[in-house]
Each structure stands twice: as C-alpha cells, then as structure tokens.
C-alpha cells in the first residue's frame, strides 16, 4: 500500500480499506494459522480484526509500518484467542471433573442407602417392625406401642436391639449417616 493509499485509509477512505483487505487477508490467514493450526479459526481471527480496524477507526492513530501494525494486531489477536480457548477449555474441563465427583458420590450414597436396607432386612421380624415405625415413619415409642399392641419397654428393648445390629452389620461412616438421617429428617 501505498503513502498515498494509507492517507486515503486514514481519511476513511472505504475503498482504500477494501484495497488493504483484499491484499493483505490471506497472508493474514496464513499468518494467524502458524499460531492457531485451524483456518476457520484463523479466518474468524483475521475477519474480526478487520472488522474492529474499520468500525473503531483503529487506521486513524497507525504510526510507523501499517504492515507490522497488521502482522502485530493479528497475531496479539491469535494470542488472546489462544487464552480463550484454554479457559473455555480448563471451564469445560472443571465442570466434567465436578460432574464426575457428584455422580461418584451419588453412587456411594445410593449404594450406602442399599447397605442399610439390607442391613435394616436382616433385623428379626418385630425388630425390624419396631424400628420402621419409630424410625422411618417417625411414630414415638408410645405410638408405636400401641399401634402394635406391646409395652413401651419391650419398644425401647427392640430398638436397643436393631442399633446395635446396625452398628455391628455397617460400616462407621453408614451407621452415622443412618443416624443422621433418623435425627435430622423426622
């Protein structure tokens, strides 16, 4: 480009700007594909550079060379969407990492709450009974003795009897997430 054609540019001369589009775009490609290794990507990159070099009238403060202003623009333009894509990419990459550790632990819960219903099957018949109605269906021991037609004491009996099955049938961690779960959620 000439001195004359960059004076036009700077005037805002359109067909100057479209002059210095079309002879310089594909070495611009070319050039931002050395950084990027995608054309798309590099088209996308020097399209836009384009675009904002004429819409915010960037040609109008140009000092020295408009090639390695160019050359410049481009590839700090490369740079930042090299930046980009590795956030967007580390983004990515946290999100299916929590994804995984959720599902991980979605697992173990469900599998720990199938340790205590088996655990909670293998009490005595009337235990079982007992600590169903007092636990997951939160009835006192007074209901329950009732319900069923027993002493109160043959209810605090049978409990006694189902936590300590429970605590000696399951691991530490589930008895105390069985615990919590009969306190906390009544």
Same mark, same amino acid.
């Given at each position: ?23 310089? @775009?594909?070495?611009?490609?070319? @050039? ?20 904002? %070099?004429?819409?915010?009238?960037? @040609? ?6 408009? #090639? ?43 599998? #720990? ?61 589930? %008895?105390?997430?069985?615990? @919590?779960?009969?306190? %906390?959620?009544?």
């Amino acid at each position: 480009m000439t001195d004359e054609e960059l004076q036009e540019l700077k005037l805002g001369d359109e067909r100057a700007y479209k002059r210095l589009f079309y002879m310089y @775009y594909a070495n611009l490609v070319l @050039y931002a594909n050395a950084f990027l290794k995608n054309r798309e990507a590099s088209e996308d990159v020097v399209q836009e550079f384009f675009i904002t %070099f004429w819409y915010e009238k960037k @040609y109008k403060s140009i000092v020295g060379g408009l #090639e390695g202003y160019l050359y410049r623009s481009v590839r700090n333009n490369c740079l930042n969407y090299l930046r980009n894509e590795k956030r967007h990419h580390d983004r990515l990459i946290h999100m299916v990492v929590e994804e995984a550790e959720e599902f991980k632990f979605s697992l173990e819960e469900m599998e #720990e709450r199938e340790e205590i219903q088996r655990a909670i099957n293998k009490l005595p018949e009337q235990c079982r009974a007992i600590f169903t109605l007092c636990c997951l269906e939160n009835m006192k021991y007074q209901e329950v003795a009732n319900q069923l037609g027993i002493s109160i004491n043959t209810v605090r009996t049978q409990m006694g009897r189902a936590f300590k099955s429970l605590r000696d049938s399951l691991s530490g961690k589930t %008895f105390t997430m069985i615990l @919590y779960m009969i306190l %906390f959620h009544r």
